[in-house]
């Protein structure tokens, strides 16, 4: 069964930093592209960043470009999500999701989801 989880998400203060990882389980990555979704108390879920399968172009959300910053390993199992100089704002449940066809900002183009981590950005 094919599967993503989560990790890395906590209690960070504003300024910091903390890098999510999507890890794959029973598949790997390599004819996928990766999503990364964020939803904020109140507030609807939002794309924020996408890693296509090949030849692994990234696509950011404007507004958090220069902070965020995806990736995946070479074993393609993993897809990061490197959050720097983290702000209050970006609190929120952080998902992971796949798609077999392309990135998307829209959360229809994906087909499978993680059960999200929660990250806290307060002092």
């Known amino acids: 069964q094919m599967q993503l989880a989560e990790s890395g998400g906590g209690l960070v203060q504003p300024g910091g930093s903390l890098r999510l990882s999507c890890a794959a389980s029973g598949f790997t990555l390599d004819h996928y592209a990766v999503g990364w979704f964020r939803q904020a108390p109140g507030k609807e879920r939002e794309g924020i960043a996408c890693?296509?399968?090949?030849?692994?172009?990234?696509n950011y959300r404007d507004s958090l470009k220069g902070r965020f910053t995806i990736s995946r390993d070479n074993a393609k199992t993993t897809v990061y999500l490197q959050m720097d100089s983290l702000k209050s704002e970006d609190t929120a449940v952080y998902y992971c999701?796949?798609?077999?066809?392309?990135?998307?900002?829209?959360?229809?183009?994906?087909?499978?989801w993680g059960q999200g981590t929660q990250v806290t950005v307060s002092s």
């Open positions: 890693i296509s399968d090949s030849p692994g172009s990234r």
């Open positions: 999701a796949l798609s077999s066809i392309a990135c998307s900002p829209y959360e229809w183009g994906y087909d499978i």
